[in-house]
């Protein structure tokens, strides 16, 4: 019996690209026999006519399935929702721009097969992107790595392959505010790397916003890290030695050298300056992690369906 491999393909606004992807997919399993595959686009509230294209391949092809969200929920949840809803022998996700190569996919089987239960990509080069969006991409990279138990490479990609019993594990995660790419990097495995070069977009505009972007990273890094919470106090300490001997400096040169030099009002100034910036920082990095305990305690769906086509046929 051959082997079954699911693709998840979050979707928002990529109505030209979903049949050209499908139609890459298609001929690239056509030359893998001994495989066979589902097509898992999840649509993530797109305003176009994005599931509308999902659900005429759908009836032309039962490969073809269709996830379409009631509301934009982001792409980390639409790429949970497609591993959920995956009945194959392994995941591969990807985007639905056409930037991560189809053809990479045997590369991916091939190491799947000699062992590898996660086969993660790292992009050399993104072309089409801004200077902006590559350097900032890079201390994203730079930070996390420093700060978080999970240390993943610069580079580093959704696009990748899962073995079924990684995406066994991955379906019972409970958190709301999560980072795929992490989540899987955390849980270990026999990995293996492949690098690649993003194509340039066919169709469309990049619609991950740099709002959305730093949304990510803040969530990535209280989401591996506990370093925010520490850097408060380390802070509180550095700030508390440096006010302590400030204070004392300005109290001995008023006392002993010259008593004009600091008024009262300027020794309290720099007191309270240096207190208020101590509970500030600290109360802003407590806040992070209280909301994400909020996210959790609510215990909201991660997504809501409205409407599918051949999931769980």
């Not at 001994?34 to 994005?50: P, R, W």
């Amino acid at each position: 019996m051959s082997k079954k491999i699911s693709i998840v393909a979050p979707v928002y606004n990529e109505e030209k690209n979903i049949p050209l992807l499908a139609k890459e997919i298609e001929g690239v399993f056509s030359a893998l026999p001994q495989y066979g595959y589902e097509l898992i686009f999840v649509n993530d509230g797109s305003t176009d006519n994005s599931f509308l294209e999902i659900y005429n391949l759908s009836q032309r092809d039962s490969r073809v399935r269709g996830i379409d969200f009631s509301r934009n929920f982001g792409k980390e949840p639409a790429t949970s929702a497609g591993c959920h809803h995956a009945q194959g022998d392994a995941v591969v996700t990807m985007d639905a721009d056409l930037q991560h190569p189809p053809e990479l996919i045997p590369k991916f089987l091939e190491l799947w097969e000699n062992g590898a239960e996660v086969v993660y990509t790292v992009r050399k080069e993104n072309k089409g992107a801004g200077w902006f969006k590559k350097l900032s991409s890079k201390i994203f990279y730079w930070l996390f790595n420093r700060v978080s138990e999970v240390k993943t490479e610069s580079g580093t990609t959704d696009f990748r392959l899962m073995d079924k019993k990684v995406i066994d594990i991955f379906r019972k995660f409970p958190e709301r505010e999560r980072m795929f790419r992490g989540m899987i990097d955390w849980m270990g495995y026999r990995r293996a790397k492949v690098e690649f070069v993003a194509r340039e977009r066919v169709n469309g505009i990049a619609t991950y916003s740099y709002r959305k972007l730093f949304g990510l990273a803040l969530n990535s890094l209280t989401s591996f890290s506990l370093l925010p919470l520490r850097m408060a106090g380390y802070l509180g300490i550095i700030i508390t030695l440096i006010s302590g001997l400030l204070l004392a400096a300005m109290l001995v040169t008023r006392w002993f050298i010259d008593p004009s030099m600091f008024t009262p009002i300027a020794i309290l100034g720099v007191s309270n300056m240096f207190l208020i910036g101590i509970v500030l920082i600290s109360l802003g990095f407590i806040a992070l992690y209280i909301a994400r305990i909020h996210g959790e305690v609510i215990n909201r769906p991660l997504y809501i369906i409205r409407e599918s086509v051949n999931i769980g046929e």
